[in-house]
């Protein structure tokens, strides 16, 4: 069955540490996507791509960094990790068959916690 | 621009009551899609419903109904006959903007359901 996943589920770092989250999907969806999930705030988007090479801010992305370089992997990256950076990461992929709209599908979340 | 009102943050209800969660979305497009994920203890999102603005119908899914109303931007959920697998958070999110061929999502702040036996 097709699938997306996230590694790793928790992850402990310290301030100032450079941290990749990694996303992979086999829905070989065209559009992905990167959330945090913090009290409050809902899902806020971070970084998204409707393809290889092709990456976008979201409305929270200063301090995150994506590269796409195929079609399943969306890795996320924190370049110097920061402790408001500690939240619960979603990483989602959606198909670009209709003209908008697509449902997005969800992995299971990373903990990221900096101390 | 494009938002998500979630207004009631926490609901408790006993089992088999009925309760509804409100979901009021601003946009000026006027091509857009709305959805409904559920969030259970476990964490992971669920997707529920998606629905393009130029459909009203309201839809039903067992004990799931959800009512489409333009005229006052709103998408709500309505659970009959709650039941405790029923607590989770749930999130109601639109997507619009032509110029993000529609895929980006604005999601509200959830409302977490607690249903107690």
């Known amino acids: 069955d097709a699938e997306i996943t996230q590694s790793p589920r928790h992850k402990i770092t310290e301030t100032g540490r450079q941290v990749t989250l990694a996303c992979h999907q086999t829905w070989n969806h065209n559009n992905m996507f990167w959330y945090r999930q913090d009290l409050g705030h809902g899902l806020r988007l971070i970084h998204y791509s409707y393809g290889v090479q092709d990456t976008n801010k979201g409305e929270v992305s200063d301090g995150y960094s994506v590269s796409r370089s195929n079609t399943e992997d969306l890795p996320l990256t924190l370049e110097s990790a920061a402790s408001s950076q500690t939240s619960v990461y979603f990483c989602?992929?959606?198909?670009?068959?209709?003209?908008?709209?697509?449902?997005?599908?969800f992995g299971p979340g990373t903990r990221l916690t900096v101390l | 621009a494009q938002k998500v009102t979630q207004a009631q943050t926490e609901i408790s209800v006993v089992e088999k009551e009925d309760v509804t969660l409100d979901c009021v979305y601003e946009?000026?497009?006027?091509?857009?899609?709305l959805f409904w994920y559920k969030q259970p203890p476990s964490g992971e999102l669920v997707f529920l419903i998606r629905r393009n603005s130029f459909d009203e119908q309201n839809e039903i899914s067992g004990r799931y109904s959800w009512n489409f109303q333009k005229s006052t931007s709103s998408f709500n959920f309505t659970i009959t006959a709650s039941q405790v697998v029923d607590s989770a958070v749930y999130f109601c999110?639109?997507?619009?903007?032509?110029?993000?061929?529609?895929?980006?999502?604005?999601f509200g702040s959830g409302t977490k359901l607690n249903v107690k036996p």
């Open positions: 946009t000026r497009d006027t091509t857009y899609y």
């Open positions: 989602a992929s959606s198909e670009s068959r209709l003209a908008g709209g697509n449902t997005q599908y």
């Open positions: 999110a639109l997507s619009a903007g032509i110029q993000y061929n529609f895929n980006k999502f604005y």
